[in-house]
């Protein structure tokens, strides 16, 4: 089994910055794609910035030139950095990893760390 353990949500005031980590714990999982997504209250699931193992990264349109996403793999731990953040970006952030177990693809989902931005 595999267990994502997130850290760094917390309070903001916009235009703050806040990093946020995921670090994957647990045997027999080869990690391909690192990922967050965010969710607000009323609102779907969104993907905010993903990460390949070979350090390629997307991120959506929202978050460009403000989120950086990147990962250590040695320490299977993928980060966000979150600047110049706007009340929008208030949401519920979830790690999302993809990989390999027992040959089967498996994605695991972390418990969710809030992010509010607010004065």
């Known amino acids: 089994q595999v267990q994502l353990v997130e850290s760094g949500g917390g309070l903001v005031q916009p235009g703050g910055s806040l990093r946020l980590s995921c670090a994957a714990s647990g045997s027999g999982f080869s990690i391909n794609i690192m990922g967050w997504y965010r969710q607000a209250p009323g609102k779907q699931r969104e993907l905010v910035a993903v990460?390949?193992?070979?350090?390629?990264?997307n991120y959506a349109d929202s978050v460009k030139g403000r989120f950086t996403i990147s990962r250590d793999n040695a320490k299977r731990t993928v980060y966000l950095q979150m600047n110049s953040l706007k009340s929008e970006d208030t949401a519920v952030y979830y790690c999302c990893v993809d990989g390999v177990q027992a040959g089967w693809p498996k994605r695991y989902w972390g418990q969710g760390t809030q992010v509010t931005v607010s004065s």
């Open positions: 990460v390949t193992s070979g350090g390629n990264t």
